[in-house]
């Protein structure tokens, strides 16, 4: 989760989560070991953005760089990338461990991004600030789940009577 770079810097975004990475091998070593090894998901200008940081906080990891396109692999260490064959298995499991980040990524994207729209509808009914907008979430997971969702359903839910559990049915009876 980007916290400090606004808009989309793909560089300044590598450059933070990879200080926050690298700065937790010094805070937190036994929850985030010492890898032998740290791929960055781009190419040469996202392994050149890094570059300084990795060598001050982890000189003795190493950093490659996978940039999509034409498959190439960026070290630190050399200007010219690594081509490998495209059966190669290295190149395959790099490949897997590649769209694996992205997989996690797009899954923790579209979790954020679907609480942040079911508390800005939640908004809209009266009586129901941040707490319960939390613990709706919470128990439910996804807008959806909470307008199919029954009055006995709702009032499961800590803080959530009988009559502010009708007013979201109703709310999203009427939305349907």
């Not at 091998?25 to 940081?53: M, N, R």
């Not at 990795?54 to 630190?76: C, G």
């Not at 897997?96 to 579209?110: C, K, L, N, V």
């Amino acid at each position: 989760k980007i916290k400090t770079v606004e808009g989309a810097d793909d560089y300044k975004s590598h450059q933070e989560m990879m200080r926050r990475r690298l700065e937790r091998l010094k805070t937190d070593s036994e929850k985030f070991p010492k890898p032998d090894l740290i791929i960055i998901d781009g190419g040469k200008g996202q392994l050149s953005a890094v570059k300084d940081l990795f060598l001050k906080y982890a000189p003795s990891v190493d950093l490659i760089s996978l940039a999509e396109r034409e498959e190439e692999i960026f070290t630190i260490n050399s200007k010219e990338p690594i081509v490998l064959s495209k059966t190669d298995y290295c190149l395959k499991m790099l490949q897997r461990i590649r769209d694996e980040a992205h997989r996690f990524a797009i899954t923790y994207f579209r979790s954020l991004h679907s609480k942040r729209n079911l508390a800005s509808v939640l908004n809209e009914i009266e009586g129901i600030g941040k707490k319960k907008q939390k613990a709706l979430m919470d128990e439910f997971r996804t807008i959806d789940k909470i307008m199919t969702a029954d009055i006995d359903e709702l009032c499961k839910v800590e803080g959530i009577g009988k009559e502010l559990a009708e007013k979201i049915s109703s709310y999203f009876r009427k939305e349907l």
